[in-house]
């Protein structure tokens, strides 16, 4: 049998709830690997110095841009080459796999070179203190040397889960992780290089991980990367935009959220709060990635099959994706509540550090179980290319909401007012996502019929 029907097939005709959780399990494995590793860094600095974590913790909003310009191309080339893999239109993919990377290279270069120029003034907006100056200036310089290599590997990760192919996104992703997890401990605590360790452990992973990834997108039905195929022109510009501006806003405003998050908890409770704040960021992240590693399962099928006209398949694929994602969160939610005070403590052991990060982790936790649906509406509109209403959804959680909220609750309540703006942001962007996900549902289930 052609191989090329056989995953058309497999992409068109199996039942939707196992084929979201055979994509699903490498895409979980890959979030949570990246999230174990990501949080590596601030638990191994953390055996170093309260300010050497608040440092790591400011820097992830420079990792946090970086990350949003590689899904925003990563995001924005996959979601289209799955819809026209799924209308049948090969060439087109093509073009926009290489045409995506390229574009990811160009400005993973810009910010290499823009990052070290201005990098003083760059550390002091983030929120550095006098004693975390040096620290935060250490580490981003190394962090940005990477920035070309970790938009790349997001690019060719989401191309080849949008093509159907999540085993070989997991194994580029968990061979960094790796390398990153032996190195830190190594780096930082063996040969005592402190936060320059963990950003070079951090770097290396990277590297490997990109190098994994291009060698993976050459197997099999895999769209082979050519130079000959990169065109940036308007069309596929416009398109990687509609399709990659929910990612580029999400990222963006969740950097721009964890920048202000630092700042006012600087300003209410220095060093110690930052480095709070920073391990509960953390910590949501990981249980998170899980979900997206979830959701990410479902955005091929749901593009593909919207490409295909197969409507019922996108919706029944969105409703199994909250369903479980609720079931999933809400037992996470409960564990995160009651041993708060110990998850905070297990990465910095003190008192101040844990009595910021256990109130802000257990209010978190407790609108953890309205996650999936806000994260699975964004992610149906954005794989069925409804930029406009993606762009609004992503944009609410960190932006619409948490902007104004962090503006306005620390002035009222102090620190409590930095513990809970996360919180009240997740109720306010679920009333957005439901009149925005009602009537895309609605449609669906009419085209259906």
């Known amino acids: 049998m052609d191989k090329k029907i056989s995953r058309r097939e497999m992409m068109t005709q199996s039942p939707v709830p196992g084929l979201i959780t055979k ?52 995001q924005g080339s996959g979601n289209y080459l799955s819809r026209m893999l799924g209308a049948g239109n090969k060439k087109e993919a093509n073009d926009m796999a290489s045409s995506g990377f390229a574009l990811a290279l160009i400005i993973g270069l810009l910010v290499v070179v823009f990052g070290n120029i201005f990098i003083h003034p760059l550390v002091h907006w983030l929120g550095a203190t006098p004693t975390t100056i040096e620290d935060t200036e250490n580490y981003m310089r190394i962090i940005l040397i990477g920035a070309p290599f970790m938009m790349g590997q997001f690019v060719i990760n989401n191309q080849l889960r949008f093509q159907g192919s999540a085993i070989y996104a997991m194994v580029g992703l968990m061979c960094g992780a790796v390398v990153n997890v032996i190195l830190d401990p190594l780096l930082i605590i063996v040969f005592n290089m402190g936060v320059s360790g963990a950003a070079i452990a951090t770097v ?3 590297i490997i991980s990109f190098i994994v990834l291009i060698i993976g997108s050459t197997k099999g039905e895999n769209i ?24 580029f806003f999400r990222q963006g405003l ?14 209410y409770g220095g060093d110690a709060a930052i480095a709070g704040m920073s391990i509960v960021t953390r910590v949501i992240m990981i249980m998170i990635s899980a979900l997206i590693g979830f959701g990410q399962g479902y955005q091929p099928v749901c593009s593909y099959n919207f490409g295909a006209g197969l409507y019922g398949r ?30 905070i403590g297990w990465f910095r052991n003190d008192p101040d550090v844990i009595a910021v990060g256990r109130t802000a982790l257990r209010y978190q936790s407790c609108v953890l179980p309205i996650a999936p649906f ?31 909220l962090i503006l306005i609750l620390p002035h009222f309540f102090g620190i409590l007012g930095v513990e809970i703006t996360q919180t009240c942001a997740d109720v306010l962007s679920l009333a957005i996502s439901i009149p925005m996900v009602y009537a895309e549902l609605k449609l669906l289930s009419r085209e259906a019929v």
């Open 374 to 404: 806000t994260i699975m509406t964004n992610m149906m509109l954005q794989s069925m290319g409804r930029g406009v209403k993606a762009t609004i959804t992503s944009s609410a959680k960190n932006g619409i909401c948490f902007i104004p």
């Open 204 to 206: 290396s992973g990277q």
């Open 224 to 247: 082979r990367l050519n130079i000959e195929n990169v065109h940036l022109n308007m069309h596929f510009l416009i398109e990687i935009i509609n399709g990659g501006a929910p990612s």
């Open 254 to 267: 969740a950097a721009t959220a964890t920048l202000l998050l630092n700042n006012f908890a600087g300003k």
């Open 23 to 74: 994509l699903s399990i490498p895409t979980i494995i890959s979030m949570l690997v990246t999230a174990f590793y990501n949080s590596a860094d601030t638990y191994f600095v953390g055996k170093i110095s309260t300010g050497a974590t608040a440092a790591v913790g400011l820097v992830f909003s420079v990792m946090a841009i970086i990350q949003a310009f590689g899904f925003f191309c990563g």
């Open 314 to 343: 996108v919706r029944e694929g969105f409703f199994f994706c909250v369903k479980w994602g609720t079931i999933f969160l809400t037992f996470f939610a409960v564990i995160s509540f009651v041993f708060a005070p110990d998850i």
